[in-house]
């Protein structure tokens, strides 16, 4: 992910329905979102420091395992061979069988940091971290079977995830730095969230 609260706004019920069943969600997230406010009493580090808190409150309340925070700067993510290992060290250790990310594919007004999030990471599960000899110091080789990408142009599964509406909203409201009024969000939510929209991608 980029941002505290990515996880919310794309993927937060299908995580919520994972982790039910027993499956190990990890959270991995290239920046603490300092950029992210209009208030001008707050400066970047303090927002970071309290997203990250945000963060790991949402994540528990999602039955996430670790929350991981690389504390890259917000907005000004590029595609680099140490964005890519850092993602290859974190597959290698989390191991996953699902890799959750952006689709990367170029669109107009999508977020830099989502579209370089989703490259990275697409090339770090694929082929780098399942390659010996790429990155031999993030740890032994790991194949992640595939991708579920959010925000793309072309969704190709669809996952219903009403019956975990409320805890998707309630982590979403943990976001306390991004949130105007709770009963607003929670409204509109009720209206937008209740389908999560993925492509699937075979890394086999
Ligand atoms: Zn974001």
Not at 22 to 39: I, M, N, Q, R, Y
């Amino acid at each position: 992910m980029a941002h505290p609260d990515d996880i919310e706004f794309f993927c937060a019920g299908s995580v919520v329905l994972m982790t039910r069943r027993g499956v190990h969600v990890d959270f991995v997230l290239a920046t603490s979102g300092d950029k992210g406010t209009e208030d001008p009493k707050i400066d970047g580090p303090a927002l970071a420091a309290r997203r990250e808190e945000e963060q790991k409150r949402a994540a528990s309340l999602l039955g996430a395992d670790q929350v991981e925070f690389l504390r890259h700067a917000d907005a000004e993510l590029t595609e680099s061979l140490e964005l890519r290992g850092e993602f290859v060290r974190a597959i290698r250790r989390s191991r996953p069988d699902v890799l959750l990310t952006f689709d990367p594919t170029p669109g107009y007004r999508q977020h830099p940091d989502h579209r370089v999030v989703g490259r990275m990471a697409l090339d770090a599960a694929w082929p780098c971290a399942r390659d010996r000899l790429t990155h031999p110091e993030m740890g032994p080789p790991h194949k992640t079977a595939e991708a579920w990408l959010f925000a793309g142009p072309a969704p190709t599964l669809m996952v219903d995830v009403s019956t975990v509406l409320n805890e998707k909203i309630n982590a979403r409201l943990e976001h306390e730095t991004q949130t105007g009024s709770s009963a607003a969000l929670r409204a509109r939510w009720r209206h937008i969230g209740a389908e999560e929209r993925f492509t699937q991608v075979d890394l086999r």
